[in-house]
Structures are given as C-alpha cells and as structure tokens.
C-alpha cells in the first residue's frame, strides 16, 4: 500500500515541478519587462529603441503621469456624476445633457493630451517607428476606432 501512494506523491511533484517550470519560462519575458524601473520597457523592446531613445520616452513618461492621473480622476468624476443622474432620471432633463456634454469633453480632453503625448515620444523614434506608435495609439484612443464603437452604432 506504500508503494503506490509513494508513485502517487512522485508524479504529483513531478507535474507540479513540470508546470511550475513551464510557467516561469513561458512569463519570463513578461516579467522581465513589467520589472524595469522607467516603465518604458515595452516601447524599447516593441520599437527597438537605443538607450539615449529610451532614457528620454522614460523622462516624458515621468512627467506625463500627473496629467494623466488627473485626467483619470476627471474622467472618473464625470462619469460618476452621469451614472448617478442615469439613476435618478426619470426622463432627459437639461442636467442630464450637461452630465453627458462633461463625460463626452472630459475624454475628449484626454484623448488630446493622449495624443500630444504620443507626438512628444514619437519624436524620440526612427521615422518609420513614430508612425507605427502613432497608428498604434491612435488605434487606441479615437473615437469609432475600438469594436465596441462599431457594434453600438449598428
């Protein structure tokens, strides 16, 4: 009866070493990218950015994330005032109208300072990757350029 239980006990070390082991080896890069300090990791790897490149994304990106943060809270804020009209509405009121004017400005602001952003670091890049960073943000933040946009005006 030992013995079996003993071959049970090694197979399950051995799966949890296997998995363990694939695991780490499958997120290493991942890891070793969300592990550097100036949080640029991604964009040196992605465009292949030298370090003079990636030292100044890395100061933008420093002095950019206030605005962004109260960008978030001002965003956060509006559409918490919405939802809470939403509920208490029971028909459209000029409040309402307003609530939704703030929301749609209050992204829009940020969809701007956003895009500034991505000019000010894709000046940092080869001509040929600021365009794609470009593209690819602006993929991001535009409006009718994600798929819940298109699915809702069907």
Request: glycine share 2%; hydrophobic share 45%.
């Amino acid at each position: 009866m030992k013995k079996p239980v003993l071959i049970l006990l090694a197979m399950l070390a051995a799966a949890a070493i296997a998995y363990f082991a694939s695991y780490y080896c499958a997120t290493r890069e991942a890891r070793r990218m969300f592990s550097v300090s100036d949080g640029s990791a991604w964009l040196r790897t992605e465009f292949a950015l030298t370090d003079e490149q990636a030292r100044a994304v890395a100061a933008l990106q420093s002095d950019y994330e206030p605005r962004c943060m109260e960008m978030c809270a001002r965003i956060t804020k509006s559409r918490e005032r919405l939802e809470k009209l939403l509920h208490e509405s029971k028909t459209m009121t000029p409040e309402l109208e307003a609530a939704m004017r703030e929301v749609s400005q209050t992204q829009a602001d940020c969809r701007a300072a956003t895009l500034a952003q991505t000019f000010a670091i894709s000046a940092h890049m080869a001509p040929e990757q600021a365009v794609r960073y470009r593209a690819m943000i602006a993929e991001r933040i535009l409006p009718g350029t994600l798929p819940h946009d298109t699915a809702t005006h069907r």
